[in-house]
């Protein structure tokens, strides 16, 4: 089995001074916006749609001989542009292409101080993550940011990023995110499917249940966010819909979007109901007065027909973060129980 470089060596095997570990970001990331970062009309358009997350491509959605030029237009729109309330990124090329330095450079000697996150396309092992982290650092010292704090959204699109996905999301401190890029993953692994996402034919099951929870179980396993990728069907919402569901029912924190009309929809899919989100609270009300010196300190309690305890707690703070995070008001009320 080859070993990998904690992350405090390079590659080479030579030690830098690391990321400084601290408590990541928990950002909001029910919708992933991706923006060609050389289309000066869609990065300005974004800035408005009620997104949570935007990430400016100078991957994909870059033409090669529109890639060094998108650099300076990405630069500009994160220093000028309005994007309050949105985590910002960039997505860089991937390290075996000529590109990928002069991108994480550019783009962070010029917008540092506005950029939340470099979104690293492709990762097959933890080195490239390692390689990233170096570059982010000299660059941080070198302009007087602050060290560590610009993120890493590791990307997983092939078979060999899946396979080392666990030393992936242990690479570095700044990782925040394991994202899954369906489209090269398809490829990479001879899937018979044309339709990004969606099922191939002659396939029984789901085809994506092990890849999906396989990232899944890596990024929770490192407290990371675990995002789904993109639905290429841009105007069918109803199937963005339920494909997003598959994964939001796994646990994934969001998914990407690459229309505008996709943005309400996945806010809504990752989001809870407002009936989900007020049956969490009240089972923490109720949780903690059951607990309480009053309520007896019973380690278990009703909540109507419902038995609580620790466990039921730690379920319904994961419903009630996101629904506080959602900006849902409570509707309901925890009445102390009769005696």
Known sequence: MTAHPSPATTPGGSHFAAAPSHAKPLRPRRSCLAVPGSNPRFLEKAQGLPADMVFLDLEDACAPLAKEGARHLVVDALNNGDWTGKTTAVRVNDWTTHWTYRDVVTVVEGAGPN??????????????????DLLLTQIEKTMGFEVGRIGIEAQIENAKGLVNVDEIAAASPRVETLIFGPADFMASINMRSLVVGEQPPGYPADAYHYILMRILMAAR?????????????????????????????????????????????????????????????LILDAYDWCTSEA?????SAMLGD??????????????????????LSRTSKFEIPEA
């Open 115 to 132: 950029l939340d996150c470099i979104m690293l396309p492709k990762v097959q092992d933890a080195q490239q993550v390692v390689a990233l």
């Open 221 to 281: 396993a490192h407290d990371l966010q675990a995002i789904d990728g993109p639905y290429l069907q841009i105007k069918n919402v109803e199937g963005y819909k339920e494909i997003a569901r598959r994964s939001a029912a796994l646990g994934f924190d969001g998914k990407w979007v690459l229309h505008p009309g996709q943005v309400d929809a996945a806010n809504e899919v990752f989001s809870p109901s407002q009936e989900e989100y007020d049956h969490a609270e």
């Open 295 to 299: 309520g007896g300190k019973k380690g």
């Open 306 to 327: 419902e038995m609580i305890d620790e466990a039921s707690r730690k379920m319904a703070l994961v419903i009630a973060g996101k629904g506080r995070a959602a900006g």
